[in-house]
Every structure is written in structure tokens, then in C-alpha cells.
């Protein structure tokens, strides 16, 4: 055992993007292990805008995290001591709402061992069967509740949630119309995810581009991004159409008031439900969406790609790739080696 741990810890707010400095890299002794408790060793890491607005104190979802603190974040990490009766070495389980750290003591009732499913690889559970499908999944047939034959449009398509999103949407037989930010990215949602079709929203008219792949209007906006992309969208909803907010990460580092959508008062004329929510909001059912997935992913139904990072100490770095657009699917830093299987 280490007797070293490894934390990101928040030194100031960020202004603007992350920069260095607004987190520092700390090695600390281990704290012991208390009765009800599990020593987890991280393997991956989640990256995911949110971690940005936890940086900042703002009146959100959760505290923002205090200055001092560990950054909090999610991952999967493997058991490597325990004194809770339900869990052993070598279990693998979803760390929740932990820290950025290479050691966590955590309380083992709150954490489960994930199951090994033939052919389904670990960062599955960071995907399609993590808190990113488990966002997708009740964000689109809970609030959505797509019929077949209705068109839906998801911006940040190639995403971890977006690209989610549209399979789903697909399998209950509606046309997916996705939005991206390469050639690369539009290829995969078409090629890969089988979406219907994809705008390329730095090369192309957004306006234009909906028009003409949504020629019937838009049904359904599953919306990951804001902005003007946004407003493009909201232009074309048809009537008693549905708008689960997801996120606004083109909003997340902004330092000035953002404008509200222009187009706002087509809600009003298309009677549009429009309904923000955060995943946490549905962990007592994600039993029921993990089951769902996993066996659309297991007949084949749903494609996903992973962006891997390797090493903690390059996770503050790596989170730009969120707002840059660079990632392709879920990003994660990879922080150990995965147990063999």
C-alpha cells in the first residue's frame, strides 16, 4: 500500500477557463481507514463540464467545491482495502461523488461491485452504462418521451450524453438530426451511431442546415450547448414539442451576463415543454436504465467511443478538451491500470 495519496485541491476560482494555478497537485498521508469503510485505488476518472461549475461559486445543483478542498469528481476505482463487510479487494464500483484523488476512503454501504458482462469492456461504465447513458436515457424517455416517426435534434451530438441520446432516439424509431463540431465527428454520428443526419456547426449554416434536414420542424431538442446553436433550434420546435435541458456548456466559462434566447417566445407559441434537470435527480432509478442499456449495448444497438487521458496529474489540462470541442464520446483520464479480467 501507498502510504502517499495524490489530490487535485482547489487554490482559487477560476475566472474564465481553468488556468494553471486555480488547482494544485498534492501528495498527503493516507487518513485511516474507519469500521463501515473501503480504501478505492481510482482507475478512471470523469471528466465533465460540471466540474467547471463546481469550481465556481455560484447558487447551482451542489456547494460549490470549497477553495482548499479536493476537487470532487467521479470515477471507477477498485477496492484495495476494506472493513465493510459487503465489499472485498479487487471489487470494482463507481465512486459517486468523490474527489480527484488517487486514494479515497469512502463508505462502503454507499457503493456497490459492478458486474463483469461478457464482451463489455470496464469504461462501459463510464459511458452507456455510467451517469452520462444514465443522463441520456431518463433525459430523453422520461422528459422527451419520443414517439416514433418525430424528428429530434441534439446538439453536442458527439459527446458523452449526445451521442447517447440520438441511439436511443433511433431505437424508438424517431429521425435524429445531431450536432457537432468536425467532419470527424459528423462521419462517426452518421457512419457509426447511425444517425440520420449531422451539421458540421463551424463549417456550416446551423439555420440552413435545420431547414434542410428538418424539413417537418423539430419535435424533440435534447440541448447539451446554448447559444446561438440553440436559438437556431428553439426557431424551428413544432407545436406541443419537448426541450429536456441537459447543459449550456457554451455558457460555462463566460465571465459576463449571457443573453437569454432570442427566439424564447416560440416556447410560448409552439407550447413547448421545456424541463432542466441533473442526473442525480434519478439515481434511485438507475437500476432500471443500467438494465435497459446494457442490453441494447449487448444486442448491438449502441456504439460507443472513449477519449483516455492517462495520468491524474494531466486532468486540470484535459477538461478544456470539453469545451473545445475536441473530445470524440465519453472523456476520462485513465489514472491506474485497470485490474486484468
Same mark, same amino acid.
Given at each position: ?20 494555478? /486555480?488547482?494544485?497537485? !498534492? ?16 482507475? &478512471? ?7 467547471? %461549475?463546481?469550481?465556481? /461559486?455560484?447558487?447551482? &445543483?451542489?456547494?460549490?467545491?470549497? %477553495? ?74 422520461? %422528459? ?10 441534439? *446538439?453536442?451530438?458527439?459527446?458523452? !450524453? ?16 445531431? #450536432? ?20 458540421? &456547426? ?8 435545420? /431547414? ?5 420542424? %423539430? /419535435? #424533440? ?28 456548456? *457554451?455558457? &460555462? ?54 477519449? #483516455? ?8 489540462? *484535459?477538461? *478544456? ?21
Amino acid at each position: 500500500m501507498a502510504e502517499l495519496n495524490k489530490s487535485w485541491i482547489l487554490r482559487q476560482r477560476p475566472v474564465g477557463d481553468l488556468k494553471e494555478g /486555480d488547482l494544485e497537485l !498534492v501528495e498527503a498521508p493516507l487518513e485511516p481507514l474507519k469500521d463501515g469503510e473501503v480504501r478505492t485505488r481510482l482507475i &478512471y476518472l470523469s471528466l465533465d463540464p460540471t466540474n467547471r %461549475i463546481w469550481m465556481s /461559486d455560484v447558487d447551482g &445543483y451542489l456547494p460549490p467545491v470549497g %477553495i482548499g478542498d479536493a476537487m470532487r469528481g467521479g470515477g471507477l476505482a477498485e477496492v484495495v482495502e476494506s472493513k465493510f463487510d459487503g465489499l472485498k479487494p479487487g471489487d470494482i464500483v463507481n465512486t459517486g461523488l468523490a474527489t480527484w484523488s488517487l486514494y479515497s476512503n469512502l463508505p462502503g454501504e454507499a457503493l456497490n461491485a459492478l458486474p463483469r458482462l461478457p464482451g463489455v469492456p470496464l469504461t462501459a461504465y463510464m459511458g452507456p452504462l455510467g451517469a452520462t447513458g444514465m443522463t441520456a436515457y431518463f433525459g430523453l424517455m422520461d %422528459i422527451a418521451k419520443p414517439k416514433a416517426g418525430e424528428t429530434v435534434v441534439v *446538439s453536442a451530438a458527439a459527446g458523452a !450524453v449526445g451521442s447517447m441520446v440520438g441511439q436511443i432516439a433511433k431505437i424508438q424509431g424517431c429521425r435524429v438530426v445531431g #450536432i457537432a463540431g468536425s467532419d470527424e465527428k459528423c462521419r462517426w454520428l452518421t457512419e457509426t451511431a447511425g444517425f440520420d443526419a449531422a451539421i458540421n &456547426y463551424k463549417s456550416e449554416n446551423v439555420g440552413a442546415a435545420l /431547414d434542410e434536414h428538418c424539413p417537418d420542424g %423539430i /419535435d #424533440i431538442n435534447f440541448e447539451n450547448v446554448g447559444g446561438k446553436i440553440m436559438d437556431q433550434v428553439i426557431a424551428r420546435l413544432n407545436d406541443f414539442s419537448r426541450m429536456p435541458l441537459c447543459g449550456l456548456i *457554451s455558457t &460555462y466559462n463566460a465571465t459576463e451576463p449571457v443573453p437569454g434566447p432570442y427566439s424564447f417566445s416560440n416556447l410560448l407559441m409552439r407550447r413547448t415543454l421545456l424541463k432542466g434537470f441533473i442526473v442525480i435527480d434519478y439515481f434511485p432509478r438507475f437500476p432500471e436504465g443500467i438494465q435497459q442499456m446494457a442490453q441494447w449495448l449487448m444486442e448491438g444497438k449502441i456504439k460507443f467511443e472513449t477519449d #483516455i487521458v492517462h495520468g491524474l496529474e494531466n486532468a486540470p489540462g *484535459s477538461l *478544456s478538451r470539453l469545451f473545445e470541442g475536441k473530445n470524440l464520446g465519453k472523456l476520462i483520464v485513465q489514472v491506474s491500470e485497470p485490474p486484468e479480467v
